[in-house]
C-alpha cells in the first residue's frame, strides 16, 4: 500500500513540473497584451485630435476671465494614474472644473463645452447686484461692510464702502452673512416696488428698508422720517392709504424731515407722528404728539 502511493506522488510530480512551460507563456503572453494595451492608451489619449488644446471663458461681465481660465487650466494639468492626460477630451475633470469655478463669489452658474477646435469653452452666469444687505439702517459701511444682494435674495458678495448708491439698503438687525438668503424674492419684488411708487408719488426717496419680525417693513427716508407697513396688506392699498393721508389738510404738509413716522400698518387706522422722537405706540388710539386718521 505504501509503495503505491510514492508511485502516485511521482507521477503527480512530473505532470506539475510538466506544466511549468506553459505557466510561463501563458504569462509572457498576458505581459505583453498588457504592455500593449497600456502603450495604446498611452499613444490615443495623447492624439492631438482627442486633446483639449486651450480653455476659453464666456459671460460674467464682472468676473475676472482671465483668472477664470487660469483656474481651469490648472486643473486640466497633470495625469490620472501617471498615464491618461487630464485634458484628454473623453475624461477631463468635468465635475472638478465646475466646481472650482462655481466657488468663485459672483458666479452663479457655469457650463462646459468642448468646441470643434477642440477648446474647452466655460459659459458663466453672474450674480447681479440688486440690492444691499447692511448691519443696521446707519450703514456703518468700513466697521460692518454691506454684502450685494441677487434678485432672489441671495448674499453673494462684499461690496466695496459705498455712499450714495443706487442700490436700495436693506436690514434686519442681522449681521450680512455670505452665502444666506436674508429676505425672500417676494419681499424684495414688493418692497422695490413701493420705493418707486413712493418716488414717483410723492417725491419721497427712500435710503434704508428695515424687515422687521415675519411681515413688518419700515422705510427709512432720505431726509428724515419712516413709513412703518405690512406685509398683511398689499403694495396697492397701503400706497392709497398714504395717498389719503397726504391729501387731507390735516396732514398735506408732511415731507421728509417733518415728521417722526407715519404707521400704515392697521389698515383702518394710520398713526402719524409729527415729533422729533418716537413714541410708543398705542393701537387703539393716539398718543401724545401721535394723530390717528
Keep these: 500500500m505504501m509503495f503505491g502511493r510514492k508511485k502516485r ?11 511549468l512551460p506553459t505557466q510561463f507563456w501563458v504569462g509572457m503572453i498576458l505581459c505583453v497584451v498588457s504592455i500593449l ?5 498611452w499613444f ?3 492624439l492631438e485630435s482627442l486633446t483639449i488644446a486651450d480653455v476659453r471663458v464666456f459671460g460674467g461681465e464682472t468676473i475676472d476671465r482671465e483668472a477664470v481660465r487660469k483656474t481651469v487650466t490648472a486643473e486640466l494639468e497633470g495625469e490620472y494614474y501617471r498615464l491618461v492626460p487630464r485634458r484628454f477630451l ?12 462655481s466657488a468663485w463669489q459672483r458666479v452663479s452658474g457655469v457650463s462646459l463645452a468642448i468646441s470643434e477646435d477642440d477648446t474647452l469653452d466655460v459659459y458663466l452666469e453672474e450674480y447681479l447686484p440688486y440690492a444691499l444687505w447692511c448691519v443696521d439702517e446707519l450703514s456703518v459701511v468700513l466697521s460692518h461692510p454691506c454684502v450685494f444682494l441677487d434678485i432672489s435674495g441671495r448674499a453673494f458678495s462684499v461690496a466695496p464702502p459705498l455712499i450714495g448708491t443706487a442700490l436700495l439698503r436693506y436690514h434686519n438687525g442681522k449681521t450680512p452673512t455670505l452665502g444666506e438668503t436674508p429676505f425672500l424674492a417676494e419681499l424684495l419684488r414688493d418692497t422695490d416696488r413701493f420705493v418707486s411708487e413712493l418716488r414717483a408719488r410723492f417725491g419721497f426717496d427712500v435710503a434704508v428698508v428695515e424687515s422687521v419680525g415675519q411681515d413688518e417693513v419700515s422705510y427709512y427716508l432720505r431726509g428724515g422720517g419712516i413709513l412703518k407697513t405690512t406685509l398683511r396688506r398689499s403694495v396697492e392699498d397701503t400706497l392709497d392709504d398714504l395717498t389719503v393721508i397726504l391729501a387731507s389738510k390735516q396732514f398735506e404738509h408732511i415731507r421728509p424731515g417733518n415728521f417722526a413716522y407715519v404707521d400704515l400698518r392697521f389698515g383702518d387706522k394710520v398713526f402719524v407722528n409729527e415729533q422729533g422722537g418716537l413714541e410708543d405706540e398705542q393701537l387703539n388710539a393716539a398718543s401724545e404728539g401721535e394723530a390717528a386718521f
Aim: glycine share 6%; charged share 30%.
Design 90 to 101: 473623453w475624461t477631463y475633470p468635468e465635475e472638478a472644473v465646475r466646481a472650482k469655478v
Design 44 to 46: 490615443v489619449t495623447r
Design 37 to 41: 494595451i497600456l502603450g495604446t492608451v
Design 9 to 19: 506522488s511521482r507521477r503527480n510530480t512530473r505532470k506539475y513540473r510538466g506544466s
